[in-house]
T-cell receptor
């Protein structure tokens, strides 16, 4: 248990659906991240939020829309996804500063049909 | 650009034998370095981290890693593999001063044979 909680753990959605992934941490961290983990590919950084402000958008398609209402919560809104978007989506948080590690949630296994 | 290389995509060892997972990084200065483990359909769990203190770092579950600046390496070792060590292992570098730019290696899958 890392202190980072992601819901739901599994999600199946159609290409025309709209859904949201949720990430929550009460570790006092001010940086939060979304990563995408696809089979046979390296972990891909999607978004970084630092003190609720988006500081990195790693050329992610607009069908993925992040939201960070406060330092403890991070959402990833999904709409009109494609089958190739099926993956494990991991949320992480950290304290901004050198030598600090990231704490990861268990991930949401997303399947787009 | 910073990069992390894990030389083996898959390592297979017998239970009770030593484990060596290799990691090299490219950086113009000494980064912070981490090893994470991921069991199937789970998140990533921190095994250990190097933060410019001792070059030999001990982590959880009997794992350790040695930072060698001259070789730009941070290899992960364990004297005796256990069946529960079978998982995916990621070497990660944090090159900048804010700890937010985590650069992941491609991962090494460790299989442990009975």
């Amino acid at each position: 248990e890392t202190g980072v909680t992601q819901t739901p753990r599994h999600l199946v959605m159609g290409m025309t659906n709209k859904k949201s992934l949720k990430c929550e941490q009460h570790l006092g961290h001010n940086a939060m991240y979304w990563y995408k983990q696809s089979a046979k590919k390296p972990l891909e950084l999607m978004f970084v939020y630092n003190f609720k402000e988006q500081t990195e958008n790693n050329s992610v398609p607009s069908r993925f829309s992040p939201e960070c209402p406060n330092s403890s919560h991070l959402f990833l809104h999904l709409h009109t996804l494609q089958p190739e978007d099926s993956a494990l989506y991991l949320c992480a948080s950290s304290v901004p500063g050198k030598s600090t590690e990231a704490f990861f949630g268990q991930g949401t296994r997303l399947t787009v049909v | 650009a910073q990069s992390v290389t894990q030389l083996d995509s898959h390592v297979s060892v017998s239970e009770g034998t030593p484990v060596l997972l290799r990691c090299n990084y490219s950086s113009s200065y000494s980064p912070s370095l981490f090893w994470y483990v991921q069991h199937p359909n789970k998140g990533l769990q921190l095994l250990l981290k190097y933060t410019s203190a001792a070059t030999l770092v001990k982590g959880i579950n009997g794992f350790e890693a040695e930072f060698k600046k001259s070789e730009t390496s941070f290899h992960l070792t364990k004297p005796s593999a256990h069946m529960s060590d079978a998982a995916e292992y990621f070497c990660v570098a944090s090159p900048d001063n804010y700890g937010q730019n985590f650069v992941f290696g491609p991962g090494t899958r460790l299989s442990v044979l009975p």
